[in-house]
């Protein structure tokens, strides 16, 4: 059964998530030995934004295991609906990340992502999404979309930029288990997108995004594509 929201639901994290968070998480610190730079920088209360690079399906697990405080994140519901053990694995292990399952699509379906998402940051909590919306396939950073900006002018919620680096070589594309190559997380100074203008501006959004922009590819030190990046027909999370 696919865990649905309706518009003005506040999804809870769970036990699941306080296992991975409690159990799970220290256990992965130790065996891969993240390098994290600037964890300070995450405000340990009120709402905020992680805007991250996208490298990688690994990346929805590393921020939430190296991150000082619970993180949520949308992923496509088809993770939450499979049937028999292998979708209960499933189901279990990405409610254990924080994951909040939406129906990936244009439309309806895309604002229904964005309204989740707001409804979980002003319940006041941690938010991860890719601007770039789907990984990048040749380690470029893919221009923003502006959903980050919208959702950060509309709530007030500080934006931090994450730099994710070499989470493409702990988890290759197509590889169904991690391997053990080190990666660096960097957590930049939040930033307050309040003085682009309202949400209602096109403008405001799109300069407010490329500044995020510009902040994570200073953390990753990625080459900047200067295009949108398509999302295939497998992407990860929205």
Do not use: C
Not at 128 to 144: C, H, I, K, M, Q
């Amino acid at each position: 059964m696919a865990m649905e929201h309706s518009a003005g639901e506040r999804p809870r994290l769970g036990f699941l998530y306080g296992f991975g968070r409690f159990v799970v998480a220290p256990v992965a610190r130790v065996l891969y030995r993240p390098k994290v730079i600037g964890r300070h920088n995450v405000p340990r209360e009120g709402a905020v934004i992680l805007a991250s690079n996208h490298l990688s399906f690994i990346d929805s697990v590393v921020i939430p295991v190296v991150a000082p405080r619970p993180v949520q994140f949308l992923a496509k519901s088809h993770y939450f609906e499979g049937r028999g053990i292998s979708g209960w694995i499933k189901r279990t292990f990405f409610g254990a990340i924080g994951a909040v399952g939406v129906r990936r699509g244009a439309g309806r379906d895309s604002q229904h992502a964005l309204e989740l998402s707001r409804s979980i940051l002003e319940a006041g909590n941690a938010f991860a999404l890719y601007p770039e919306g789907t990984r990048s396939l040749d380690g470029r950073l893919y221009r923003g979309r502006t959903g980050v900006a919208w959702l950060a002018l509309t709530t007030g919620a500080p934006v931090v930029p994450v730099g994710l680096i070499g989470t493409e070589r702990l988890q290759p594309v197509g590889s169904k288990a991690p391997t053990f190559a080190r990666v660096t997380v960097a957590f930049g100074e939040p930033i307050d997108v309040a003085s682009f203008g309202p949400a209602t501006s096109g403008k405001a959004r799109r300069e407010a995004t490329d500044a995020i922009m510009a902040a994570i590819q200073r953390l990753s030190g990625q080459t900047e594509a200067g295009v949108y990046n398509e999302a295939p027909a497998d992407a990860d999370t929205l």
